[in-house]
C-alpha cells in the first residue's frame, strides 16, 4: 500500500505562480515514476508531467516551457512547479507514483494516485 499527499494548492491570477508538492509514504519496494496529472471542470483527466528513474521527463505540450518537474529519489517526492499560469490551467492536480513490487515469481507496477489538490487561476 502507498499513499500520496499533495499540497501547495491555491488560488492565483493568470500569470502567477504555484509549487505543489507530493510525498509518497508506505509500503514501497521501487517508485519507477512519478508525476502529476490534472483534471479541468468538464475536461478529461490529462498528464502534465511525469519523471522516471534516470530523469527521463515527459511534459503535456500545453505546460512545456512554463511548469517544471523535479524529483527527489530518495525522499520519495515530486514537486512541480508552475509558471506563467494560464486561466486553463484551473484543475485539480493530482500526484501519482507509478511502484513496482512482485508476488512469488510475478513482477507487476502499479499506479498509486494522491486525492488531489486544487490549483485554482483566477482573477
Known amino acids: 500500500q502507498v499513499q500520496l499527499v499533495e499540497s501547495g494548492g491555491g488560488l492565483v491570477q493568470p500569470g502567477g505562480s504555484l509549487n505543489l508538492s507530493c510525498a509518497a509514504s508506505?509500503?514501497?519496494?521501487?517508485?519507477?515514476?512519478m508525476g502529476w496529472h490534472r483534471q479541468a471542470p468538464g475536461k478529461q483527466r490529462e498528464l502534465v508531467a511525469r519523471?522516471?528513474?534516470?530523469?527521463?521527463?515527459d511534459y503535456a505540450d500545453s505546460v512545456k516551457g512554463r511548469f517544471t518537474i523535479s524529483r527527489d529519489s530518495a525522499k520519495n517526492t515530486v514537486a512541480l512547479q508552475m509558471h506563467s499560469l494560464k486561466a486553463e490551467d484551473k484543475a485539480v492536480y493530482y500526484c501519482?507514483?507509478?511502484?513496482?513490487?512482485?508476488?512469488?515469481?510475478?513482477?507487476?507496477?502499479?499506479?498509486?494516485w494522491g486525492l488531489g489538490t486544487q490549483g485554482n487561476v483566477s482573477s
Open positions: 508506505g509500503s514501497i519496494f521501487n517508485i519507477n515514476s
Open positions: 519523471m522516471a528513474n534516470g530523469e527521463g521527463t
Open positions: 501519482s507514483a507509478d511502484v513496482a513490487s512482485s508476488d512469488g515469481g510475478n513482477y507487476f507496477e502499479e499506479r498509486y
